[in-house]
């Protein structure tokens, strides 16, 4: 009783101090709301600045992240053979879809958001509704299973790369296949527009980049400066550069109309499997595997653009249990936070560096 009289008497004659216990009172309130089943730190100590949440959802290895052009929502694709729709800001699960009966390697948004195509190893290529899950269209054209796929800038047409070794171009309403491109001499497992959507370049066990002509099939230019298979390859938003990643390490820029070498980004040991070039140009995110199996270490790496230097590496805990490492790599379009996904079934959020938000 004695010590809350003199509290008591404390509040009368200090308002303040009403106020700031208050304030208190609230933010402890808010520290102690539950959080989702589904959501976790993903990391400790320094790295914990950049970590925003983990989404545990998946049962396997997670092969694809993307982010809807709204920024809402990400969709994952994992060994578990499921596609996965969540709310980015919350972390809830609000899609699950089942249809595949193998491995889901990729996939991608509709540029309207309305609809998620993913790729898998039951050699289909499936179209669903973004909000419900409902199949909307299947693929059966390819003969082995699909490892990449990518709408075009207009949302009318959908290109998928395979283990058959072939390149394809679908109407994405119809399902009409419209071209088949077979200039690589291994399985593809990288397939992206241009943003203006007249080229497409491609990637894969061969170790070559690839660009040929989105209406005629037609090759335009093949680099090879890779020593590895290539996993990924990305344009610049004004669609003159072109990145790739290899298993060799390294992410290669090119110039994308006349295949010349520009630069290599350096600093990894590892197999790099995935590469994104931020909305804004400034940009471009890695993700990497483990660089030994007595310290394994998965990362996500970001690099400026124009100079190809290490901004910042993203420590992503793993075990001698996931040797693949971080195998997808994706920016929020307004450029403010990355997800990574990969063997340890998590799909992971980051803040990204301050310089590249500007």
């Not at 002509?213 to 090879?224: H, P, V, Y």
């Not at 499997?273 to 030994?292: D, E, K, Q, Y």
């Amino acid at each position: 009783m004695r010590r809350t009289a003199m509290w008591t008497t404390a509040v009368a004659r200090w308002p303040v101090r009403w106020l700031s216990l208050c304030l208190f009172l609230f933010v402890a309130a808010c520290a102690a709301a539950p959080v989702p089943s589904a959501v976790t730190s993903t990391a400790s100590g320094p790295a914990q600045r950049a970590t925003i949440v983990g989404y545990h959802g998946h049962t396997s290895t997670v092969f694809a992240v993307a982010w809807s052009p709204d920024g809402m929502h990400i969709a994952s694709g994992s060994n578990d053979n499921t596609v996965q729709v969540w709310d980015a800001r919350t972390g809830h699960l609000l899609v699950k879809y089942t249809g595949h009966s193998g491995t889901v390697y990729t996939l991608a948004w509709s540029p309207d958001g309305r609809r998620i195509a993913s790729g898998s190893d039951d050699s289909t290529v499936q179209v669903c509704d973004a909000k419900s899950g409902q199949l909307r269209l299947s693929y059966s054209g390819h003969s082995a299973g699909v490892r990449a796929l990518a709408w075009s800038p207009d949302g009318t047409r959908i290109v998928l790369g395979g283990n058959d070794n072939t390149i394809q171009i679908w109407n994405a309403t119809t399902g009409q296949r419209l071209v088949t491109h077979t200039g690589h001499l291994g399985s593809i497992w990288a397939v992206a527009w241009s943003p203006d959507g007249t080229r497409i370049a491609s990637g894969g066990n061969d170790s070559t980049v690839q660009v040929w002509d989105a209406r005629s099939g037609r090759r335009l230019l093949i680099s090879t400066g890779h020593t590895a298979p290539v996993r990924a390859v990305a344009w610049s938003p004004d669609g003159t550069r072109l990145a790739s990643a290899s298993l060799d390490g390294t992410v290669q820029v090119w110039d994308a109309a006349s295949g010349h070498h520009l630069l290599t980004y350096r600093g990894q040991t590892a197999p790099i499997w995935a590469v994104a070039w931020l909305p804004t140009r400034v940009c471009i995110a890695s993700a990497t595997g483990n660089t030994s199996d007595e310290h394994p270490r998965e990362t996500v790496q970001v690099w400026i653009a124009v100079t190809g230097k290490l901004l910042m590496s993203y420590p992503v805990p793993s075990s001698t249990a996931y040797a693949d490492g971080t195998l997808s790599v994706s920016w929020s379009p307004d450029g403010k936070h990355l997800a990574s996904g990969g063997a340890d079934t998590i799909v992971h959020l980051w803040n990204a560096p301050s310089l590249c938000r500007r």
